[in-house]
C-alpha cells in the first residue's frame, strides 16, 4: 500500500503561481511512477502529468505544458507539481497518484494510488 497527501491548494489569481505537493508514505517511494491529475465539476478526472522513478524524465498534457513543472524527492518520497501562470481552466480538484506500472502512462486505470486531491481555484 503507497498513501498519498496532498497540500498546497488555495485560491490564487490567474497569473499567479502555485506549487503542489503529495507526500507518499508505505512502500518504497522510488518503485513507482507518480503522477498529477484534476478533476473539474462536472467532467472527468484528467491528466496533466508525470515523472519516471528517478525524477530525470517527464511528461505534460499539452493544455499544461510550459506552465507546470512536475519533480520529485526520492529521500523526501514527496513529489511537487509547481504551477506557474495559472488560468481559470486550470481551476479543479488535482489529484496525485502512483503507478507499480512499467511505464510512464497518462491514462487514469494505470494508477494503483491516489490521494484525497486538493482543491485549485483560478479567479478572472
Known amino acids: 500500500q503507497v498513501q498519498l497527501v496532498e497540500s498546497g491548494g488555495g485560491l490564487v489569481q490567474a497569473g499567479s503561481s502555485l506549487r503542489l505537493s503529495c507526500a507518499a508514505s508505505?512502500?518504497?517511494?522510488?518503485?513507482?511512477?507518480m503522477g498529477w491529475f484534476r478533476q473539474a465539476p462536472g467532467k472527468e478526472r484528467e491528466f496533466v502529468g508525470t515523472?519516471?522513478?528517478?525524477?530525470?524524465?517527464?511528461y505534460y498534457a499539452d493544455s499544461v505544458k510550459g506552465r507546470f513543472t512536475i519533480a520529485r524527492d526520492n529521500a523526501k518520497t514527496t513529489v511537487y507539481l509547481q504551477m506557474n501562470s495559472l488560468k481559470p481552466e486550470d481551476t479543479a480538484v488535482y489529484y496525485c497518484a502512483a503507478s507499480g506500472g512499467p511505464l510512464m502512462n497518462t491514462a487514469v486505470r494505470y494508477y494503483n494510488y491516489w490521494g484525497q486531491g486538493t482543491q485549485v481555484t483560478v479567479s478572472s
Open positions: 515523472i519516471s522513478r528517478n525524477g530525470l524524465s517527464t
Open positions: 508505505g512502500r518504497t517511494f522510488s518503485d513507482y511512477i
